[in-house]
DNA sequence: AAAAACTTTTGCCATTTGGCAAATAATGAA
DNA sequence: TTCATTATTTGCCAAATGGCAAAAGTTTTT
């Protein structure tokens, strides 16, 4: 079933980074598919070389990775108005080290490698565009995790709660306990303390 | 006093990232500054917009900032052959939460704002070479915190001595203490272990 | 509605880490 | 060298977190 979308949010998200005319809209909602994956569904595997790049228009992903302990981890969260790639994988045709999973059902738009490749070539600012979202989303990243070393898990706990908070409540105890780096158990008893 | 510093480090790190010919690198040559900063020294402080970029020859720098007890946390090294700088502040032009200090004594090679400019007036390639120095920057930068928020602090110094062996042993046990996310104590009694 | 599957909480105790202050050790200055 | 300063280690105990398994709670399926 393909359900219809308007592809506003990606337009909207788009523009915040760049001018785009009528037509180059036209052609990237044309080169733009859509997704949709259940709860619990994968958007890519581990292993795989990423040969797509996911816009997250409804739900919430999470990416993964097994530790040398063989502990699923939660490496981070990713919602609704933002991509979500491995980077460097996806740059380098590497395999990637992670996983990501639809945390709620979620309605992606997919672009792929090819459909990139299309756009980079016909819109002239969409390199530019694509840099510096990159760049703002790789720099998010760092700001979210830097500070979550420094700080105990009550803290961090607490943080996450003030950042997103619309997300703790749709997303397993045990997904957000790996992602604050602590037990799920610990996280019980700290959500229980508050 | 200023050194003779060939520039060489820098030269061919950007050379990882693009193509240049002899004029342009006599281009950069020029708008480099060196800089010579003795342990302890500051490169940047906090609450000032960072207004030039640092490529490190010779030694380490840290970039530290005051967590909400106040307490002073390493963020990250950045040592030989790595660009210094707060990103972020740096392109949106907003004050720095963060400041940079000399953990060794260090040969710099700086450039201002307008050094930059020029540079990406005049050579048709730097803005690309730049772009993929920021992400693989940015890349690294999340691929080495996001592991040590999943493993205990023994692991996390193992890591870093696997990964930064040359590092260790220049850097005062406090400095690697708050980057690992623990008290010196703790550090001091982990190395014990060992 | 009942059963099954999954998620979250809890108890118990071991281990890790923190906090603080004093003791040592190492470094740098006079 | 000697003193002063700074960095590191250690002791003592408290607090935080982990490991494991069982209990309680939720959701999904039949």
């Given at each position: 079933m393909t359900t219809f979308v308007t592809m506003d949010k990606l337009i909207n998200y788009l523009l915040e980074f760049g001018q785009l005319n009528q037509q180059q809209i036209d052609l990237i909602k044309r080169k733009a598919q859509v997704l949709e994956l259940k709860?619990?569904?994968?958007f890519s595997e581990a292993g795989k070389i990423p040969k797509q790049v996911a816009f997250i228009e409804e739900g919430i992903l999470r990416v993964c990775y097994y530790n040398s302990e063989g502990d699923e981890i939660t490496k981070y969260f990713v919602d609704e108005n933002n991509f979500a790639v491995d980077i460097n994988s996806f740059n380098q045709k590497i395999p990637s080290s992670e996983y990501v999973q639809a945390v709620t059902d979620c309605t992606l738009l997919v672009f792929s490698t090819e459909s990139l490749n299309d756009l980079s070539a016909t819109i002239i600012q969409w390199d530019a565009i694509i840099y510096k979202i990159t760049e703002k989303a790789l720099v998010e990243k760092v700001n979210k995790l830097s500070p979550m070393l420094a700080e105990d898990a009550k803290t961090r706990y607490l943080s996450f709660l003030e950042k997103f908070p619309n997300l703790a409540n749709r997303i397993p105890l045990s997904y957000l306990a790996s992602y604050l780096g602590i037990t799920q158990s610990s996280l019980s008893r700290i959500r229980k303390s508050i």
């Open positions: 709860k619990g569904d994968y």
